[in-house]
């Protein structure tokens, strides 16, 4: 392709679309038609150039051009405050309400299995003496140990952004990783459980279970519920990978994948009230029962958020996947 000769033959064209895109007032009918036809020539004299006769000054310019074209036929949209309302009203409640056949079994059985790993090692003096050594367990369980002085050794505020970020990092592999067939989710719960069913039996075993209730419930009721919601949603997506159902599967793992990624939006905001609890509430000097009452009204209200908003936003149609108007267009498929 001669480029001199290309260029001479097509500039008015771009000079025009230049021009079209460049203006502030809005297009009438026929402008608007003109725009969109120069836009797909140009688009398509872009991919000519590119492929046959690359030249890096005229592929920027076109590319340029292409782009601010596109932006005009297609329109942009900017996040608002409204979109903020929207999401934490309907979309992010929609998406936990929609996935809690996944994430309340998830719920039950991780429970079981930590307060059967907990009697375990509270029963069995030869698994605790594959824990540590007795004298670090008596040091671990005894009045002022390290168990109780892990939530206050560190300022309330910093103490709350570590818990915070690292409980927020677990979630979101939960909901990332659950693509892999969900494998990596198990052992990330299995994990937790494990470290909630150890401090529960060595506690069990020295006779402060109460003491040791009373620096989880508080805070761990919301975390733990926040970490089974990312752990179910993650199965969930691992489940569309063997069964998308009536959908294709791509279309089925960009729907819930979607979903999942706002979910971990709204995870890392349940868990930031929770580590706010850890950090300011659990190490407090309040009375065992007041900071345990803190912990069941925070819970109640997500749950309540959940079940209320989440449900009355599902019943009216929110999958809490992003509006049709901004999904890409999908093709029917045969069941």
Same mark, same amino acid.
């Given at each position: 392709m001669d480029l001199d000769v290309f260029v001479s033959a097509h500039r008015a064209e771009w000079d025009r679309l230049d021009a079209l895109t460049?203006?502030?007032?809005?297009?009438?009918?026929?402008?608007?038609?003109?725009?969109?036809?120069?836009?797909?020539?140009?688009?398509?004299?872009?991919?000519?150039?590119?492929?046959?006769a690359p030249d890096p000054q005229l592929t920027g310019r076109l590319s340029r051009l292409v782009a601010r074209a596109r932006s005009a036929v297609t329109g942009t949209r900017r996040a608002s405050w409204r979109d903020a309302v929207r999401f934490l009203t309907q979309g992010f409640p929609a998406a936990v309400y929609r996935a809690r056949h996944w994430w309340v079994p998830t719920a039950l059985v991780s429970t079981a299995v930590a307060i059967l790993l907990g009697w375990w090692i509270g029963t069995h003096p030869e698994v605790r003496a594959t824990?540590?050594?007795?004298?670090?367990?008596?040091?671990?369980?005894?009045?002022?140990?390290?168990?109780?002085?892990?939530?206050?050794?560190?300022?309330?505020?910093?103490?709350?952004?570590? $818990?915070?970020?690292?409980?927020?990092?677990?979630?979101?592999?939960?909901? $990332?990783?659950?693509?892999?067939?969900?494998?990596?989710?198990?052992?990330?719960?299995?994990?937790?459980?494990?470290? %909630?069913?150890?401090?529960?039996?060595?506690?069990?075993?020295?006779?402060?279970?109460?003491?040791?209730?009373?620096?989880? %419930?508080?805070?761990?009721?919301?975390?733990?519920?926040a970490v089974f919601?990312?752990?179910?949603?993650?199965?969930?997506?691992?489940?569309? $990978?063997?069964?998308?159902?009536?959908?294709?599967?791509?279309?089925?793992?960009?729907?819930?994948?979607?979903?999942?990624v706002g979910m971990a939006i709204g995870?890392?905001?349940?868990?930031?009230?929770?580590?706010?609890?850890?950090?300011f509430v659990t190490p407090s000097g309040l009375p065992t029962w007041a900071r345990i009452g803190i912990g069941i009204v925070a819970e109640l209200a997500f749950l309540a958020y959940v079940y209320v908003l989440g449900g009355r936003a599902v019943r009216a149609g929110e999958t809490g996947d992003l509006l049709a108007s901004e999904r890409s267009s999908t093709v029917p498929t045969a069941a």
């Amino acid at each position: 392709m001669d480029l001199d000769v290309f260029v001479s033959a097509h500039r008015a064209e771009w000079d025009r679309l230049d021009a079209l895109t460049s203006r502030r007032r809005r297009l009438n009918g026929t402008e608007t038609d003109e725009l969109i036809t120069l836009y797909q020539r140009t688009a398509t004299h872009l991919s000519l150039i590119q492929s046959s006769a690359p030249d890096p000054q005229l592929t920027g310019r076109l590319s340029r051009l292409v782009a601010r074209a596109r932006s005009a036929v297609t329109g942009t949209r900017r996040a608002s405050w409204r979109d903020a309302v929207r999401f934490l009203t309907q979309g992010f409640p929609a998406a936990v309400y929609r996935a809690r056949h996944w994430w309340v079994p998830t719920a039950l059985v991780s429970t079981a299995v930590a307060i059967l790993l907990g009697w375990w090692i509270g029963t069995h003096p030869e698994v605790r003496a594959t824990i540590a050594a007795p004298a670090h367990l008596r040091e671990l369980t005894r009045p002022g140990g390290e168990y109780e002085t892990y939530y206050s050794s560190h300022p309330a505020a910093s103490f709350a952004a570590q $818990v915070w970020t690292n409980n927020a990092q677990a979630a979101a592999m939960c909901l $990332v990783l659950g693509v892999f067939l969900g494998l990596p989710v198990l052992w990330i719960l299995f994990q937790n459980m494990l470290n %909630l069913g150890v401090g529960f039996g060595l506690m069990s075993s020295a006779g402060r279970l109460d003491t040791f209730l009373g620096l989880v %419930l508080p805070h761990g009721l919301l975390e733990l519920t926040a970490v089974f919601v990312a752990a179910g949603t993650g199965l969930r997506l691992g489940w569309t $990978v063997i069964d998308p159902g009536p959908r294709s599967r791509r279309t089925a793992l960009a729907e819930e994948g979607r979903a999942a990624v706002g979910m971990a939006i709204g995870l890392a905001l349940v868990l930031f009230v929770s580590g706010a609890i850890e950090g300011f509430v659990t190490p407090s000097g309040l009375p065992t029962w007041a900071r345990i009452g803190i912990g069941i009204v925070a819970e109640l209200a997500f749950l309540a958020y959940v079940y209320v908003l989440g449900g009355r936003a599902v019943r009216a149609g929110e999958t809490g996947d992003l509006l049709a108007s901004e999904r890409s267009s999908t093709v029917p498929t045969a069941a």
